[in-house]
């Protein structure tokens, strides 16, 4: 045995700092020769669980973890994807304040991923390979399968982001081998748990996977136990519209959407979507205005489904988070490493510490997490007309201790309200902001055309740029100068010269509102290599943003 002395841990995102520690073994011959070395990283931790009334829990280090993240297939559909890439789609999961991934049905086994994830702090739902039975035959040799599910684990039982691993998904493995997978896993990978089922039993699962209005996920999803599933469409920007199909088919929506996983049936039902886009901004004609104003639905549809588990707090993984190719539905940022705005409502949600509003039960919560004991907090509420007017405020005071959901108050609504109005949030501790949250709200519930008449609004803008270690570290404070709300602006990193998106970049924030003298400041942060020899410069843009 190795005995260590007081050895820095690994936490998984938001409960600590992912501490890694490097190991070397050597084996050496009687005549002092080494025959084999291998050196690798590792980290300390130390897992448990519980099923207690049919309900996995789990606990690192003591503390409860709760998973929420997104599943992955497939890393890419060509399997091009090499440390790089890995690193670069992991942090984006870290970034959204996730925890965990779900390697579906074991899709992707290459080390780089693993030893992503163990960086970034990001826990490994590690399935076998075994598809719902719907899909898939059972193995026909069951010895084989078992040969492999042994060197598989052997291979990535070092890593500390492993959290469980799960027989099939969907569906129970068959007792052959589920029998042997229970006996082989304490002798190869002791401490990790097992479980036969992805969807039911001590979790549950089966979605929906298609656009649904926020409340519903408050009041049919609000699960009890951690759900392995559930997703939505997420339409991309113009930019990556454009590298996915030709001028010729961007409109109206027909075949080319549908190659690209827009299919108005099946289970991502895009027929759903498109009602509640047409409900939301009316006709829209052309390409470029749809996907920028599908952007609204991407954001509250990812922000609600996370901030309903808030109730319980059991966990949450998408179908999916990652794509493995050009797609518009199921996932957080696309293909080409662009976060769109569902991968911005998904960080906000979140938060360790986060404020939100309960569609279903109109009223004000906050939501902890893991973000510790707070005491003499305030949870603030501001109800603004269309125009940036403010027409009520309330607040309360509260205390928020660790994993809880904490009750503030019912909405008051006064009567002059204006057909669409929004819903501000904050959370403070004395004079600081520990969080805020934004909701557009109508009359009649998601519908939003009344903002088209909202005037063109220029923001004042001021940009630092500043070159470090391979990196750059961008800086942005946006204001709104005028008397009119700007809504939902969508800050850009580009090559100075050329004007080409620089992909992928890590934003603080983005598809943010301001409100009439309210001002943001925003950081970004990306890789000199991905400049390609350009300055980097931003570009700013929104629903009624007059550049």
């Not at 790089?84 to 074991?106: C, P």
């Amino acid at each position: 045995a190795l005995l260590l002395k007081n050895p820095k841990l690994w936490w998984p995102n938001g409960y600590g700092a992912p501490h890694l520690h490097d190991v070397k073994i050597e084996f050496i011959t009687s005549a002092g020769v080494v025959s084999d070395t291998k050196s690798f990283k590792t980290g300390i931790r130390e897992m448990a669980y519980a099923e207690e009334n049919g309900i996995l829990r789990i606990w690192i280090n003591g503390r409860r973890f709760i998973g929420r993240g997104g599943n992955w297939g497939f890393p890419e559909s060509t399997l091009r994807y090499r440390s790089r890439e890995y690193d670069i789609a992991v942090r984006y999961h870290k970034d959204m304040n996730f925890t965990m991934i779900r390697n579906w049905v074991g899709q992707t086994g290459d080390e780089e991923f693993f030893e992503a994830c163990d960086r970034h702090g990001i826990m490994v739902w590690q399935d076998f390979w075994l598809a719902n039975p719907v899909d898939g035959p059972n193995p026909f040799d069951n010895d084989l399968f078992m040969s492999n599910a042994r060197d598989f684990v052997l291979k990535i039982r070092n890593h500390p982001s492993i959290a469980l691993y799960c027989g099939r998904n969907e569906g129970d493995p068959p007792d052959v081998l589920d029998n042997a997978i229970r006996e082989v896993l304490p002798r190869i990978h002791p401490g990790i748990h097992y479980i036969s089922n992805s969807a039911w039993g001590v979790v549950s699962g089966g979605g929906p996977y298609r656009a649904m209005p926020p409340e519903y996920y408050f009041k049919e999803r609000a699960t009890e136990k951690m759900h392995s599933e559930m997703g939505m469409p997420n339409i991309v920007t113009r930019e990556s519209l454009n590298l996915m199909m030709p001028d010729s088919s961007f409109w109206p929506q027909e075949r080319m959407w549908g190659i690209h996983d827009f299919c108005l049936g099946g289970a991502m039902r895009a027929s759903s979507y498109n009602e509640m886009m047409d409900k939301a901004f009316g006709a829209i004609d052309n390409a470029r205005d749809w996907v920028s104003l599908a952007q609204w639905i991407n954001y509250q549809g990812y922000r609600a489904m996370f901030e309903a588990q808030g109730k319980n707090r059991m966990g949450l993984l998408l179908w999916m988070s990652h794509p493995a190719w050009p797609s518009m539905v199921w996932q957080t940022y696309d293909y080409y490493f662009e976060p769109t705005a569902a991968y911005f409502g998904c960080k906000k949600a979140n938060e360790p510490l986060h404020i939100q509003w309960n569609p279903l039960t109109d009223s004000v919560e906050v939501i902890n997490y893991h973000a510790g004991d707070y005491i003499n907090l305030t949870a603030s509420a501001e109800l603004l007309n269309m125009d940036g007017s403010l027409q009520r405020d309330d607040d309360e005071t509260l205390d928020s201790p660790g994993d809880s959901r904490t009750l503030c108050f019912k909405l008051k609504r006064p009567k002059k309200l204006s057909e669409v109005y929004s819903l501000r949030l904050k959370l403070k501790s004395k004079d600081s902001v520990l969080s805020e949250n934004f909701y557009w709200l109508g009359k009649e519930e998601g519908n939003f055309q009344a903002l088209h008449q909202l005037p063109k609004v220029k923001p004042e803008i001021k940009t630092e740029a500043v070159p470090k270690n391979g990196q750059w570290f961008l800086t942005v404070e946006i204001s709104n100068p005028s008397a009119s709300p700007l809504l939902m602006l969508r800050l850009k990193v580009v090559r100075e010269n050329s004007g080409d998106r620089i992909l992928p970049v890590i934003y603080s924030d983005n598809y943010i509102n301001l409100m009439p003298g309210e001002k943001r400041i925003i950081k970004m942060e990306l890789k000199n290599a991905d400049t390609r020899g350009e300055k980097p410069a931003l570009i700013v843009e929104g629903f009624n943003c007059a550049y």
